[in-house]
């Protein structure tokens, strides 16, 4: 999907891109080696072969971080086939209070490397979390855009996160689907065991409240409930990716209506 991408290209959106696939214009090869593109000057095109030339030198060195910045970050899940194998799912608790006076209480990360789960005043510290996330190209969460990142940029503020991000919220929303995490899951048929199915963000908040008056099962719990939360972030965006490629990718057209090249002239 990404190398079929061309609105990180200034001056193309989304009809324009459309249309470059409808001409059979479908990757960035393709826009390099046609010998014309209606509707684009020479003088721009050159222009865009050069930038289409950058953006497959910084893909061909995994540099995920840089289209983190040429694409809006509504268009990052673009991004989720890529670079698949290095991205962490991601999801936090804290004991209930706003970024400015609360806390974090657990940092789920999980990914190619497994499970981890950062503990307040335990494991969780911004060197050990810079180490973890370091580890991946791309995040992904649910309405991590808006709640996650910005409460770790703020009890954290060394920590880039310039990662890009693939938020399965908006994502979701781009196809219709509404409301929370769990009801979206349900919209996807994914279960949850029954320990910790029917627990909300609140619930968690109370988990660590009995945890830190020496509740050790409700310590297990919530990190349980977090890593449920985390770990039904891959099905999910996998799912979601799948039928946000089947409505932006291109057709596939027969060769003759494949655009003249400058190898074929």
Not at 45 to 73: P, V
Not at 211 to 216: E, H, M, S, Y
Request: hydrophobic share 35%; with cysteine.
């Amino acid at each position: 999907m990404l190398e079929s991408s061309f609105i990180f290209l200034d001056g193309i959106g989304e009809s324009t891109e459309q249309r470059l696939w409808d001409q059979g214009i479908d990757t960035w090869q393709t826009f390099i080696e046609s010998s014309m593109i209606p509707g684009i000057p020479t003088a721009r095109k050159a222009l865009y072969d050069a930038e289409l030339r950058t953006a497959h030198y910084h893909l061909e060195r995994g540099n995920a971080k840089y289209f983190a910045q040429c694409l809006k970050s509504r268009d990052h899940w673009r991004l989720f086939e890529t670079f698949r194998e290095k991205t962490a799912f991601l999801d936090i608790e804290t004991n209930g209070a706003p970024a400015a006076s609360g806390y974090i209480t657990v940092v789920g990360i999980y990914g190619k490397y497994g499970m981890t789960a950062l503990i307040h005043e335990d494991t969780l510290t911004q060197d050990r979390l810079y180490e973890e996330l370091e580890q991946y190209d791309l995040l992904v969460t649910f309405f991590g855009s808006g709640f996650d990142l910005p409460y770790i940029r703020t009890k954290f503020p060394r920590i880039a996160l310039d990662h890009p991000h693939f938020d399965l919220c908006f994502a979701a929303r781009r196809l219709g689907y509404k409301g929370g995490l769990k009801h979206i899951e349900g919209e996807f048929d994914l279960q949850r065991p029954s320990n910790v199915e029917g627990l909300t963000g609140w619930d968690a908040v109370l988990l660590w409240q009995a945890w830190c008056t020496g509740d050790k099962d409700a310590g297990t719990r919530l990190l349980e409930y977090n890593e449920m939360d985390v770990k039904n972030l891959e099905p999910l965006a996998e799912r979601i990716f799948e039928q946000l490629k089947q409505r932006y990718q291109p057709a596939v057209l027969p060769a003759y209506m494949k655009p003249r090249t400058k190898q074929s002239r």
